[in-house]
T-cell receptor, first 112, second 112 residues
Framework: DAGVIQSPRHEVTEMGQEVTLRCKPISGHNSLFWYRQTMMRGLELLIYFNNNVPIDDSGMPEDRFSAKMPNASFSTLKIQPSEPRDSAVYFC??????????FGPGTRLTVL | EDQVTQSPEALRLQEGESSSLNCSYTVSGLRGLFWYRQDPGKGPEFLFTLYSAGEEKEKERLKATLTKKESFLHITAPKPEDSATYLCAGLMNSGGYQKVTFGTGTKLQVIP
């Protein structure tokens, strides 16, 4: 298996623009997680899906953030409008329930 | 509130100088404790899962142990390639679904 795939790997955008991050989980995994990592706050869980259904979105910072999982092999995290404070590395991870998570390589987002 | 705390924040070792990293947790109903390694610019890489107090797991120079309050990652005779940030995470059941809480990590530097 290729592991968790994320795209793009790097994204530079201007404040106010829409940003869409994409994730393909490991085939067969039915839990998917979106995290944000910064030096100040470490690794923060944004949202967690189980069988394509959002279970816990309490970590989503505000209404500017939204996530979807239309099928078992694809998820998106959208930020609209983006702000400089959204600059961070965003990770997607997948797992079987109650098992270790496998992380993607991350998307480094810079909002100017 | 479920919490996972890692110490020290940073650790600098000479090559061959053994040491331990600590992960203390206050979570209700711990189902498992994960250890990850993260290299700069990459996603966390899974190392170990520990499920019950007294359990130990080993991989090369690393050994992870678990008690009812904390976990240790012992590094024996480290080499420069062991330099990385080590993250631990507690897995628990929350409302019938899994919840994972990450610590902020220990940044390990091994000097030749």
């Amino acid at each position: 298996d290729a592991g968790v795939i994320q795209s793009p790997r790097h994204e530079v955008t201007e404040m106010g623009q829409e940003v869409t991050l994409r994730c393909k989980p490991i085939s067969g995994h039915n839990s998917l997680f979106w995290y944000r990592q910064t030096m100040m706050r470490g690794l923060e869980l944004l949202i967690y899906f189980n069988n394509n259904v959002p279970i816990d979105d309490s970590g989503m910072p505000e209404d500017r953030f939204s996530a979807k999982m239309p099928n078992a092999s694809f998820s998106t995290l959208k930020i609209q409008p983006s702000e400089p404070r959204d600059s961070a590395v965003y990770f997607c991870a997948s797992s079987f329930p109650y098992n270790e998570q496998f992380f993607g390589p991350g998307t480094r987002l810079t909002v100017l | 509130e479920d919490q996972v705390t890692q110490s020290p924040e940073a650790l600098r070792l000479q090559e061959g100088e053994s040491s331990s990293l600590n992960c203390s947790y206050t979570v209700s109903g711990l189902r498992g404790l994960f250890w990850y390694r993260q290299d700069p610019g990459k996603g966390p890489e899974f190392l170990f899962t520990l499920y019950s107090a007294g359990e130990e797991k080993e991989k090369e120079r690393l050994k992870a142990t678990l008690t009812k309050k904390e976990s240790f990652l012992h590094i024996t005779a480290p080499k420069p390639e062991d330099s990385a940030t080590y993250l631990c995470a507690g897995l628990m059941n929350s409302g019938g679904y899994q919840k994972v809480t990450f610590g902020t990590g220990t940044k390990l530097q091994v000097i030749p």
